[in-house]
């Protein structure tokens, strides 16, 4: 059964397997025939045929998928399942057929809603779908975030149109997106479509695309940082030159990491006293302070005693794709959380 209506199929054959391995070593389609004594033309045959059952449109993609395999054979069911989930980011990619779930952002205590971070997700077979830890890197091997990039712009944008002018969404970018095509016009071609007001719109990045000390990457950073959206830090804490990130560029906004919350449920004072200072260097510095994670009434008490500006977990609400009725709700209790 394929994980789209209309996907192709995506068991390979065994004569496949061998040409795939073949092609991804960068033998040719003569050299192929002559180590499998068949003829040139069946290699051919075969390969249009591999390309349509996994979706691919050529020898790069079919060695970028060879080699996530590491070595593994072809029939055995890890691979077989990096082939399908190869061949349905195809699918969505080309069809725009990924989910934007919605997870709420609140003030600190909880008694206002002040927006939601977009989550990419990817239709499944099962109705969990597949993790955007699994798809997303394997998009980005495939050359394929930039288009997957610039969907979830325009619809996050488009979406957040239609919400209170209070609400903000948040969107999160790859670093893959800063090497391939433009994502300044990317963005701006999502505001200009979508109508929303350049300050609703937070671009979240971590701290890997900074580690290399890119220029090109500060120049675009500060390109949409003109366009009047906020740029916002993810993750911190995680890497390796947090600090430094700081003060390379100008951030709107830091995303403490949720393992420091785990940290604090856990009775972990050197976890509760790095939070603590990491919230007060940031709004020293003029940034705001998120913390992620938050799952329960427990980390709920221990945040408050931090003051930070935004939470945001399962305690105050799990992803979704239907945030009508909360917004509805909110709204009707004058922006407190029910």
Not at 40 to 64: C, D, F, M, P, S
Not at 103 to 108: A, D, G, I, T
Not at 198 to 227: F, I, M
Not at 229 to 236: G, K, L, N, Q
Request: with cysteine; hydrophobic share 45%.
């Amino acid at each position: 059964m394929s994980a789209f209506p209309g996907a192709p199929s995506r068991r390979i054959t065994a004569r496949q397997r061998e040409i795939m391995l073949l092609a991804a070593q960068g033998l040719s389609n003569k050299a192929i025939a002559r180590r499998l004594t068949i003829s040139e033309g069946t290699v051919k045959l075969h390969l249009h045929a591999l390309y349509g059952r996994l979706g691919i449109q050529n020898r790069t993609t079919l060695a970028i998928l060879a080699h996530s395999m590491n070595g593994h054979d072809t029939d055995d069911a890890e691979s077989q399942a990096l082939l399908a989930l190869a061949s349905s980011v195809r699918h969505a990619a080309s069809n725009d057929a990924f989910d934007l779930y919605y997870q709420p952002v609140f003030r600190p205590a909880g008694d206002k809603l002040t927006g939601f971070e977009a989550l990419l997700r990817l239709r499944g077979i099962d109705a969990c779908g597949v993790s955007p830890t699994v798809f997303i890197p394997l998009a980005e091997k495939m050359g394929m975030i930039g288009r997957v990039g610039a969907w979830v712009l325009r619809s996050a944008c488009c979406a957040a149109q239609m919400w209170p002018d209070h609400l903000k969404v948040a969107v999160n970018l790859s670093p893959a997106q800063f090497e391939t095509g433009d994502i300044c016009e990317a963005v701006a071609a999502a505001l200009e479509e979508s109508g929303l007001e350049p300050s609703r719109l937070e671009l979240e990045v971590t701290e890997k695309l900074l580690l290399r000390k890119n220029e090109p990457v500060l120049d675009k950073l500060l390109k949409l940082k003109a366009l009047g959206v906020a740029i916002v830090m993810d993750d911190f804490g995680t890497g390796y030159s947090s600090l430094t990130s700081l003060w390379r560029f100008p951030f709107d906004k830091i995303k403490i990491d949720r393992s420091f919350m785990s940290g604090l449920d856990n009775d972990n004072n050197q976890a509760k006293t790095i939070v603590r200072t990491v919230t007060g260097l940031g709004q020293s510095l003029h940034m705001q302070v998120a913390l992620e994670g938050v799952e329960n009434a427990r980390q709920v008490a221990l945040m408050r005693d931090i003051h930070c500006d935004h939470v945001q977990g399962f305690f105050f609400g799990r992803p979704t794709a239907d945030i009508t009725s909360l917004i509805q709700g909110v709204s009707a209790a004058g922006g407190s959380h029910a």
